[in-house]
């Protein structure tokens, strides 16, 4: 059952392959829109004249302005990379497809995304950053417990040196 389902995922069309036939299809509707009927109705005198040599223009000018169309659309593909963006947001779609809490979603309210973005974070870093002053504070503590126990120890050092010198003489 498993493995149906993974060849009914990989039968769909990503999203390269659905704009190759919005493409097509837009190359098809211009074709239409640009009939020979139409061709024919523009050039009527000539169409009189030579019939066959307007349809064999119409054709060769449909031909070249198809090819145009198609190598532009091409270029644009490869500058913009979009084989490998469409393919990238189509492995990203379905990574999404496993995830239980929803995509985060912009309100259009810009204080507020950036609110309801940074401010989960923001908490965070303040728990981190109390942790932190916390332990700096106890070190401090126990440093100043240091210092004040070595003030101790060179006041006793130099009674202790005082007494010896008064014994001495």
Same mark, same amino acid.
């Given at each position: ?15 390269? *392959? ?12 211009? $074709? ?17 004249? !030579?019939? !066959? &040599? ?10 070249? &302005? ?7 659309? !091409? ?43 940074? $401010? ?26 240091? $210092? ?6 060179? $006041?006793?050092? *130099? *009674? ?10």
């Amino acid at each position: 059952a498993d493995g149906g389902g993974g060849l009914a995922l990989s039968a769909a069309p990503g999203r390269a *392959q659905m704009f190759t036939t919005v493409v097509d299809t837009f190359l098809e509707k211009l $074709v239409a829109a640009g009939s020979y009927q139409r061709f024919v109705n523009c050039y009527r005198c000539f169409y009189k004249l !030579q019939p !066959q &040599l307007t349809r064999s223009i119409y054709d060769q000018f449909i031909s070249q &302005l198809q090819a145009s169309i198609k190598e532009e659309i !091409q270029e644009v593909k490869n500058e913009g990379n979009l084989e490998r963006l469409f393919s990238s947001l189509d492995k990203i779609v379905e990574e999404a497809k496993d995830r239980e809490e929803p995509a985060w979603r912009p309100s259009g309210i810009p204080e507020e995304d950036v609110r309801s973005t940074m $401010v989960p974070y923001f908490l965070k870093h303040r728990s981190y950053l109390r942790r932190v002053l916390r332990e700096k504070e106890e070190e401090n503590r126990k440093v100043a417990e240091s $210092v004040l126990m070595g003030r101790d120890r060179i $006041v006793e050092l *130099q *009674q202790l040196i005082q007494a010896r010198q008064q014994a001495w003489q």
